[in-house]
């Protein structure tokens, strides 16, 4: 069905050999590892259990759904407006990009467009909580791959960006700032030059995680040619953001679709990688931290006067009808799906979250792999508990 | 000779006892606190613990008390006297290994002809605590860390002795007190102003040592026997309370003891260049050395050990089969060749 | 890092509505009448809606006739209104009379359960929602042999809808307990914690004082 590696066929095989040993009675024991739900490398709740031949693992299954909150059900009572304070908490860590693309799909249904610097802003806080969700993926590479010191710097770096945020939202992890037709507020005053200096600040940071960990040989050498992904394979399981774009696909939402957001009034780079291999995830995500500080950089540029809200009604009734929405979040692709009836609240919600895709092609992946490779592979494709479970 | 003034045997019995537990315990202390309490906050752009006592100085103590004050839980189904023996089994391996660190002219423990081997052979016994501590605590995460460290304690084993072998060739000698001497009274090219540290013509044998104590050390890049990220905590996982204290102070006491060893066989140990003083052998030396011997003895483990701690905080760690194949494939050829150089520059000088 | 290669294309022309168009008319040569509607809606998005019984080959056509290499979600929905409104009741008053009637959405449909999934082109960069109605049985094919992605998707909608679908391997429950009894995403499945106590949230939706109550309040407030 698909082209495999030359790396990836041999672990297959020997993955099979594996499965023939095990059965032939008194011959090798396998042992069952349960890795999780309570497990250093599984930052959340989620479990995988791992049939192991030695150290190698045979099969492989994660076990998902330890931090189900039942959101689409919950989206059913709700008003709109009430929704984005859900959907939040999807990926806790870049909440704000969690909202903007159920507004849009709202303001979509509504027929309405948030004002031009609603949607500069917008995508200001967007890139924004990119970067505070991806620092925090490079420190945490580090402490899966054994190295502590990166989590520290990511750590502290994360927080000037938090600031940001919070000054400007009044959240640090749960903005709830967008509001359908606009948004809440405007920038408070100095936030701008302030934004300019933590993106200096992120760039450094960026370089630090470069040299202290991508150009360390062992870091190399644990995750050059673990985990491939072919770029057939990824397409086919849905996998989306950072991990498809490692496998060489040149895809990304922010680009390749015509969306109210200001993307399309800068000019920037989609970063791809042709190995697909874990150390191409994680260095596609490098990459796109830079260059997400340089998006802000330009939109504050080129940040247009005027108000932040449309005239929407003050009781926000959205018009039946069906719209999908989906942008490139930290994570991957993150759509919703929302049906409205014309009532207060949306008749049904369909979140379509990065991380559920993502890791479902682990049961694929994990075959034939060692221990510690297993948790370069969880690392590497980064996952959010909650963006699994929603 | 041990000491100037004539002690009944008894009394010399129990100041060697108190002396060992001196030379383990001390260093281990400031190297948790120097090092992994405060070097590592200061790479890491924070200030580590800053409450207890000044500066966090009294830091250990609060970390100790609470050790102590913890329930002792064993796992139901675990192996119980095996279980509670491993950490003393681990702590045990250190103390036999500072018996043969002479720390000046006269103060040594005890002082025997083929020192280097004996220092060699124990430091392995630690092997068997961790071990019998990951199969006896009937969990899975222990023994996958069990059994990584005993594949790769014994790989390390090797490169080490071969790495030591370079200096035995040297000094002539197995003897640590002789190849401190050996050291100080040398010569580099008829030039005595430094003596002649075994770091400049064995700096081959010290970069292998160093490597393979790093790995017997199970700190990072070599520590997937813990590898918190995988294992949880490896073969320490079940441990808590006094028993996981005992794991602890073994941990930094042995790093304490391995750069004492690294620094008696290439860094000249106690001794300072024997020309500087006019001496010419041992015993001529002044019995103020005996005082001196053990600071700069310190002084040398500290930076040693710092040269530990700062790999240990700034590496990620290799996966088990890079390891395996970095110490048969690359060290163990090093140190062959190393002794096959030394071997020959012996002869031909 | 020169070993490390980047793009950096040029946009590409976005979809106009030529491509949806031409994504109707191959489905329909390859379909037949198995495409029972379809609903291009200009510069938005294009839905389509095919037999049951066609539901695998529309997948393989959209995956190799019209496209579409990646496979972005598989879910359900239901179309009855739900019994319990939105749950703001007052558990203590008898229940109110709602409108039962079942209104499909785009494209229509004929049952209370509809399955529906999407796949978009990464060159192309534009998408296809698959709608189709569910019998009866409740059974569909599954599509796992057109996109192996859908395996986790389909799991998900077999535990929430209770959807069976035919050949799929592995229909173990992903987030709920193995022996837990109905579907929590149809309409009458009811939401507890809403049955137990009123909604607090009620409030906000209550008109402000002296303000009408009605859509006809544009002030461009934020609510």
């Known amino acids: 069905m698909t082209m495999l590696g030359d790396r990836q066929r041999l672990a297959y095989i020997a993955s099979q050999a594996a499965d023939a040993r095990l059965n032939v009675e008194l011959e090798t024991e396998g042992m069952t590892l349960n890795i999780g739900p309570q497990h250093p490398a599984t930052h959340g709740t989620l479990r995988i259990i791992c049939r192991l031949d030695g150290e190698q693992v045979v099969w492989a299954e994660p076990s998902a759904g330890y931090m189900h909150r039942g959101y689409e059900k919950l989206t059913e009572v709700r008003t709109f407006p009430q929704v984005t304070s859900l959907v939040n908490r999807i990926d806790w860590l870049g909440s704000f990009a969690n909202e903007v693309p159920f507004i849009l799909a709202a303001e979509k249904l509504m027929d309405i467009e948030a004002p031009p610097r609603a949607q500069h802003i917008r995508t200001i806080l967007f890139e924004l909580s990119r970067i505070a969700n991806v620092s925090l993926f490079l420190g945490d590479l580090g402490v899966q791959l054994g190295a502590i010191t990166p989590v520290f710097m990511a750590f502290r770096d994360r927080e000037y960006v938090l600031n940001l945020i919070e000054s400007a939202t009044g959240g640090r992890f749960h903005p709830n700032f967008d509001r359908i037709g606009g948004l809440k507020d405007d920038l408070p005053k100095g936030w701008i030059e302030e934004t300019r200096s933590v993106m200096r600040k992120l760039r450094t940071f960026c370089d630090e995680i470069d040299d202290l960990l991508f150009g360390n040989e062992i870091f190399q050498s644990r995750t050059r040619g673990i985990g491939v992904i072919p770029k057939d394979v990824a397409l086919q399981y849905g996998l989306s953001g950072p991990n498809l774009r490692a496998s060489g696909v040149d895809y990304d939402l922010r680009r390749d679709q015509k969306i109210a957001m200001a993307w399309d009034k800068v000019d920037f780079k989609v970063w791809t990688h042709p190995d697909g291999d874990s150390f191409a995830r994680c260095w596609v995500r490098l990459q796109e931290t830079r260059e997400a500080t340089l998006i802000v950089e330009k939109l504050l540029d080129t940040l247009p006067a005027g108000p932040v809200m449309a005239k929407v009604p003050r009781i926000i009734k959205v018009p039946e009808g069906e719209a999908w929405v989906s942008t490139e979040n930290p994570l991957g692709e993150m759509g919703y799906y929302v049906v409205s009836k014309g009532d207060l609240g949306p008749f049904r919600v369909k979140i379509r979250s990065a991380s559920f895709n993502n890791i479902s092609i682990v049961p694929w992946l994990l075959r034939g792999v060692y221990v510690p490779d297993v948790i370069t592979i969880l690392a590497s494709l980064y996952f959010i508990l909650g963006d699994i479970d929603r | ?349 | 890092m020169s070993q490390l290669s980047s793009t950096d294309t040029p946009i590409a022309a976005l979809p106009g509505d030529a491509l949806r168009e031409r994504a109707v008319d191959q489905l329909r040569a390859e379909l037949g009448d198995a495409l029972i509607d379809t609903l291009v809606k200009p510069g938005d998005d294009v839905w389509v809606r095919v037999r049951a019984d066609a539901w695998h080959d529309a997948g393989i056509a959209l995956r190799d006739v019209v496209g579409l290499d990646y496979f972005c979600f598989l879910s359900a929905i239901d179309w009855m209104p739900s019994p319990f409104g939105r749950g703001e009741d007052d558990p203590t008053q008898p229940q109110a009379e709602r409108d039962m009637t079942i209104r499909q959405g785009y494209t229509g449909g004929e049952t209370r359960f509809q399955l529906f999934a999407r796949a978009c082109s990464t060159t192309l960069h534009f998408g296809v929602t698959i709608k189709a109605d569910i019998g009866d049985d409740m059974t569909m094919p599954t599509w796992i042999p057109c996109y192996t992605g859908a395996n986790w998707h389909e799991r998900e909608a077999h535990e929430m809808f209770g959807i069976n679908f035919a050949g799929h391997p592995d229909l173990r429950n992903m987030y709920l307990p193995s022996g837990f009894e109905g579907h929590p995403m149809r309409k009458d499945f009811p939401l507890l914690a809403r049955m137990v106590k009123p909604w607090p949230g009620i409030v906000d939706v209550e008109p402000l004082p002296g303000e009408p109550a009605d859509d006809s309040d544009a002030d461009g407030g934020e609510s």
């Open chain 2, 1 to 349: 000779m041990m000491f100037a003034v004539h002690f009944p045997y008894w009394a010399q019995s129990l100041l060697r006892v108190l002396g060992g537990l001196v030379a383990v315990l001390l260093p281990a202390g400031t190297i948790v606190y120097l090092f992994l309490f405060k070097m590592m906050s200061f790479m890491q752009s924070r200030l580590g613990p800053m409450e207890a006592g000044p500066y966090g100085s009294m830091q250990l103590f609060a970390e100790v008390g609470k050790w102590l004050q913890k329930e002792d839980i064993m796992p139901e189904k675990a192996d119980h006297s095996i279980f509670k023996i491993a950490p003393l089994i681990v702590l045990a391996s250190t103390f036999l290994l500072v018996a043969v660190v002479p720390f000046g002219p006269d103060a040594f423990f005890t002082n025997f002809e083929t020192g280097v081997f004996y220092a060699l052979a124990v430091s392995s016994v630690s092997v068997l605590g961790i071990l019998i501590a990951g199969w006896s605590s009937a969990n899975k995460y222990s023994l996958l860390g069990g059994l990584r460290a005993a594949g790769q304690l014994i790989a390390y084993e090797l490169p080490m002795v071969l790495a030591v072998v370079g200096v035995v060739i040297q000094a002539g000698t197995m003897n640590m007190q002789q190849i401190v001497v050996a050291q100080n009274a040398g010569e580099i090219f008829g030039w005595s102003g430094l003596g002649n540290p075994y770091i400049l013509t064995q700096f081959i044998g010290f970069a292998v040592f160093m490597i393979a104590v790093q790995a017997e050390l199970t700190q990072a890049p070599f520590d997937m026997p813990v590898a918190e990220s995988e294992l949880v905590s490896g073969y320490m996982t079940e441990y808590s309370g006094f028993r996981f204290l005992i794991f602890f102070i073994a941990e930094f006491a042995t790093a304490g003891v391995f750069a004492l060893i690294a620094s008696v066989l290439f860094l000249g140990g106690w001794g300072i260049p024997f020309s500087w003083f006019g001496w010419n052998n041992i015993d001529q030396i002044d019995n103020w050395m005996n005082i001196v011997g053990p600071l700069i003895m310190f002084t040398k483990m500290m930076g040693l050990v710092f040269l530990i701690m700062w790999i240990r905080f700034s590496y990620p760690r290799f996966r088990e089969d890079q390891l395996q194949r970095f110490a048969w494939k690359v060290l163990i050829p090093v140190s062959l060749g190393n002794i096959m150089l030394t071997a020959v520059l012996k002869v031909v000088f």
